[in-house]
């Protein structure tokens, strides 16, 4: 026995005590029990070594060889094994083929065609054994080797835990010795020596190591610094050497007492040398492997060791961790989780980039992500997320949000045994985590837990503070006024800066119904302030019924109630619904809303809650004092708005829109023949007839719009937001609705209208109702029944001043009444007037004619026939053919008109056109036979519009013509009886008149109407 027996003994003595820690372990898992087997081989491998290398028993020594031979392929066969048991694989190939070859040497072994002749001289082994076996001997174990090599890197290249692969980094590692120092038996001058036990021992050490050891040191971290030192010993050699070398040859010494002393004082050098540059090697590797993150790790652990302390809240402590450490990892994204204010669920307080700081993810409070971290307190790994069966019950939401944003690694913040925040990093942005990358982010993450938590108590403390004095200050300033309106926008303001705000409105119920009663929106509303709503299938219904709030996280993802789609549309993502509360009754809702999915945490919730009970009362308050304040602006007769309260509102409504923006429009309303009406009818039919027209006005107006009765026959609406047009819109509808209904009655009651707009009309209160009263008279000078815009009349008519306005008013009033006898004697021409009215109105205006000229036409065609005031009815009323006596009575009509209105001055323009528009264009017409452009133009135009609505209108003799008999009698009298340029301007007016007016159809190429 000599010193080359003690390797193999030494091999054999440690795999024995390998099997025993291993079998010892607890629990005992598959895995343990392949590798004791493995061990037990390799044990019985290195026994054979020992037993062949003592020579003991020099003729066993042909038996031992076998013995090693044969134990060398079951360890091989079983190493196999182990490394498919450690990637979680079924028996291999490499099990079957390992099992066969043992079957083969064994029986090669007993026939004797393996081994020749086998004999140990000084520990040294010869044999003499068959080639082909002899190689197959290698080949086996290699080709097995090369199929655990193959399983480990596959493991290592598919997983993204550092620890599991640091795991396989060891074994490949112990592979690799074993592998080395085996094939070293083969080389001459190895030959016949045990260094394969050296390999067979370390192996098993660095399985045993990884087996029951869960936490490693990094290979990077071993190779580093390895790497650095070896540099430093690689200079201090060089270094004594080259010194050690100069004093001999400088000094000539011999190794004596002298050059020993010089020798020391060079190694006392190099020590000193050594150690300055040791900092230089490490840093130098270090900056080597960690490249551009070297710098952010020195800032890291600058900012922990001596800044950390200074830190005085969350956000300067997030804001100096959080991008270092992502520079340090080089991972895409870092996010801090930290409990709610007033709840369990953690949920992102900050992130870099910071642009992730809007990122909605929550881990429940009954997540078991909290309770593995707590437990373990130690990072969790998406792996284990996706493999460890308790992560099973994770909420799919929690796990859909961890891999929609690739969240790695969670590291557990605790403190005091209270886990007080969570750390996760992103996905790397090249490669995978190291085990180095880990053991910074956990040392990180467990040096700033303390400070975390106590700027985390002090920052919920503050919370706490502002929060109350919030709820304290915003329900002092819904109480400072009765008018919820005029404090309102301070109200939202003062609730942004705690919560978001895109949309607020406070909602109350009253009946069946709810009312807008103030609304605050940055996106646009599908309701206005004062509008209506029905109570049925809102959420208002359901938080006023449970006395309870209600949040919708995601209008996008669902909706439970019909007015969900309405904030869709117009971004809300979010909503909270909070009950209004007075006495144990709700009075309404309180609505907050935002663009942003999820804007509100149940601490936010909570604080809405406590903000709407403190607001309940003044709300009511608001309330009933806006009803005592209503009943006092609101005119009995017509349930309309007095003027009061329109001179108090146009005011208010400048100012809004001033502040705001928009526009503003005024619509005045006045009756036309009303005075007849009411002096006919009596003053009960005329109540009764404002009060009808006042409900056919809001009827027709828009649910944001206000309707006042100014006083008398006249009306006003005021029509926030609304540009010119929309607002002629909501005029004609009102003049055609007015018209409509009278017309059916017969009441012979129409309305004018006049239309201004803020601020291109008028900027001042004043300004504005001058510019709609001048646009009024125009519309009534210009015949009634219409809506005159002040933005379309000529500036000579908008600058008429006041006195003149009121003359011509009382004139208007005569004629008004004078035309209205008229038609009351000649039931078969109603209206007769007013059609001829409007007919030469839309001609003079297709001619081009001054606004002045426009009006002496209106007017002459509602007096046209007003001389018929003195032909008896019979005559009127003939069916029969007239006698030429009377035909000369109905002649007369013309010049008796001219008589009559030839009294009042200001009607003097008007007298052309009401002695002449008899005349015919040949020259056969009365009362003169004038010719051609002889005849007033304003004649011209009336006796167009006089003949065409005497074919379209009923007689005593006859009904209306026919459309297509009327347009093509038209085209015949032109050049005879009528002007054929007018004739000609006045076709597209006849065929734009509604056929359900002539009471025919037909259209003018003939074919009749549908």
């Not at 609505?591 to 709407?612: C, F, H, M, Q, T």
């Not at 009756?671 to 009827?699: Q, T």
Request: aromatic share 10%.
């Amino acid at each position: 026995m000599n010193i080359l027996t003690l390797i193999p003994l030494t091999s054999f003595v440690g795999i024995a005590i390998l099997i025993a820690i291993v079998w010892t372990h607890h629990p005992r898992l598959k895995i343990h029990k392949v590798f004791v087997t493995m061990l037990v081989f390799a044990g019985l491998w290195s026994f054979s070594s020992f037993m062949l290398h003592a020579n003991f028993f020099p003729e066993q020594a042909f038996f031992w060889y076998s013995c090693l031979i044969l134990f060398v392929v079951c360890a091989s066969t079983a190493y196999y094994y182990f490394s498919q048991v450690f990637v979680n694989k079924p028996i291999g190939w490499g099990v079957y083929v390992g099992c066969g070859a043992l079957v083969m040497f064994f029986i090669s072994i007993v026939l004797g065609y393996y081994i020749k002749d086998v004999y140990v001289t000084n520990g040294f082994i010869h044999t003499e054994e068959s080639l082909w076996l002899h190689l197959l001997t290698v080949l086996i174990p290699l080709f097995l080797g090369a199929g655990i090599f193959f399983n480990f890197a596959q493991r290592y290249r598919g997983s993204n835990e550092p620890i599991v692969r640091n795991q396989v980094g060891y074994l490949l590692l112990g592979l690799l010795i074993v592998v080395v120092l085996s094939v070293g038996n083969f080389f001459p001058g190895l030959q016949g020596y045990p260094i394969d036990q050296v390999g067979v021992l370390l192996n098993c050490v660095v399985i045993a190591y990884v087996i029951i050891r869960y936490h490693l040191f990094s290979m990077r971290v071993v190779l580093r610094r390895g790497l650095a030192w070896a540099g430093l010993i690689a200079v201090g050699i060089g270094i004594y050497l080259l010194l050690f070398l100069s004093v001999r040859l400088l000094a000539g010494l011999e190794l004596n007492v002298v050059a020993l002393a010089l020798t020391t004082l060079a190694v006392v050098a190099i020590v000193v040398i050594v150690y300055l540059l040791r900092g230089f090697f490490v840093r130098g590797v270090d900056r080597f492997f960690y490249k551009k993150s070297y710098d952010y790790r020195q800032k890291l652990f600058g900012f922990v060791k001596y800044e950390l302390s200074g830190v005085f809240n969350l956000q300067q402590l997030s804001e100096g961790m959080l991008p270092l450490l992502v520079g340090s990892v080089g991972c895409r994204r870092a996010i801090l989780l930290l409990p709610e204010a007033s709840g369990d669920d953690f949920v992102v307080e900050f992130a870099e980039p910071q642009e992730d700081s809007d990122l909605q993810l929550r881990i429940r409070q009954d997540s078991p992500i909290l309770e593995w971290l707590k437990r373990e307190n130690r990072y969790l790994s998406r792996e284990n997320l996706d493999i460890l069966p308790e992560f099973r019950s994770l909420w799919g939401e929690e796990r859909d949000k961890l891999k929609d944003l690739d969240i790695e690694l969670l590291f557990p913040l605790i403190s005091r045994g209270n886990l007080i925040g969570i750390l996760a990093l992103g996905k790397k942005k090249s490669g995978r985590y190291s085990l180095d990358d880990i053991n910074l982010a956990e040392d990180i993450s467990s040096r700033v837990a303390v400070s975390l938590e106590k700027e985390y108590l002090q920052e919920q403390l503050r919370k706490r503070e502002q929060e109350l004095s919030l709820v304290n200050r915003l329900a002092g300033v819904i109480t400072s006024s009765l008018n919820i309106q005029e404090v309102y926008d301070v109200f939202i303001a003062g609730l942004r800066e705690v919560v978001d705000v895109d949309f607020a409105t406070i909602v109350l119920i009253e009946g069946d119904e709810l009312y807008f009663s103030v609304l605050c929106t940055e996106v646009g509303s599908a309701w206005q302030t004062g509008e209506r709503l029905s109570l049925k299938g809102t959420a208002t219904k359901w938080v006023a019924e449970r006395k309870k709030a209600l949040v919708e996280l995601d209008l996008a993802q669902s909706r439970r109630f019909r007015t969900g789609e309405e904030y869709t549309k117009r971004g809300i993502r979010s909503i909270v619904y909070l009950p209004l509360l007075v006495k144990g009754e709700a009075i309404g809702c309180l609505i907050i809303a935002s663009r942003r999915p999820k804007a509100y945490s149940p601490g936010e919730v909570r604080l809405l809650e406590r903000l709407a009970a403190q607001i309940a009362a003044p709300v009511e308050n608001s309330r009933l004092y806006a009803k005592a304040e209503q009943r006092a602006r609101i005119d009995e007769l017509t349930g309309l708005f007095n003027r009061r309260h329109f001179d108090e509102r146009i005011k208010q409504e400048i100012d809004r829109h001033s502040r705001y923006r928009g526009m503003l429009s005024l619509i005045l309303i006045d009756l036309d023949f009303f005075k007849d009406y009411n002096d006919k009818k009596g003053h009960l039919a005329g109540d009764k007839m404002l009060a009808k027209v006042g409900r056919l006005i809001e009827m027709s107006v828009r649910n944001v719009d206000m309707a006042f009765r100014y006083g008398g026959d006249e009306f006003a609406v005021l029509l926030p937001q609304a540009t010119t047009d929309d607002a002629f819109v909501v005029a004609e509808r009102i003049r055609g609705r007015i018209a409509s209904e009278m017309g059916s009655k017969q009441a012979g009651i129409t309305v004018s209208l006049g239309l201004a707009s803020w601020p291109s009309d008028g900027v001042t209160p004043d300004e504005m109702f001058n510019a709609a009263d001048r646009a009024l008279y125009y519309a009534k000078r210009t015949g009634g029944n219409r809506t005159s815009v002040v933005s379309k009349m000529l500036p000579s008519l908008t600058e008429t001043v006041a006195p003149e306005i009121d003359i011509e008013r009382e004139s208007l009033n005569t004629i008004y009444a004078l035309a209205a006898t008229i038609e009351a004697r000649d039931p078969y021409t109603y209206g007769h007037s007013r059609k001829v009215g409007r007919y030469a109105v839309a001609l003079a205006e297709a001619l081009g004619l001054p606004s002045e000229k426009v009006a002496i036409v209106s007017t002459a065609a509602l007096l046209h026939d007003i001389g018929k005031i003195g032909i008896p009815d019979e005559v009127l009323n003939k069916v029969t053919e007239l006698e030429p006596e009377e035909w000369e009575l109905i002649r007369s009509h013309s010049k008796l008109s001219a008589a009559i209105v030839g009294h009042v001055p200001s009607l003097i323009p008007c007298l052309p056109a009401i002695l002449h528009h008899q005349e015919r264009w040949d020259g056969t017409g009365y009362p003169s036979g004038l010719k051609g452009e002889a005849i007033p133009l304003e004649a011209r135009i009336l006796a167009v519009a006089d003949t065409f609505d005497a074919m379209t209108s009923p007689r005593s003799y006859r009904g209306p013509l026919p459309y297509k008999e009327v347009l093509e009698e038209l085209k015949r009298c032109a050049g005879s009886q009528l002007d054929p340029k007018l004739v000609e301007a006045f076709l597209p007016i006849a065929l734009a008149t509604a056929p359900e007016e002539l009471a025919v159809g037909g259209n003018p190429n003939g074919s009749d109407a549908d």
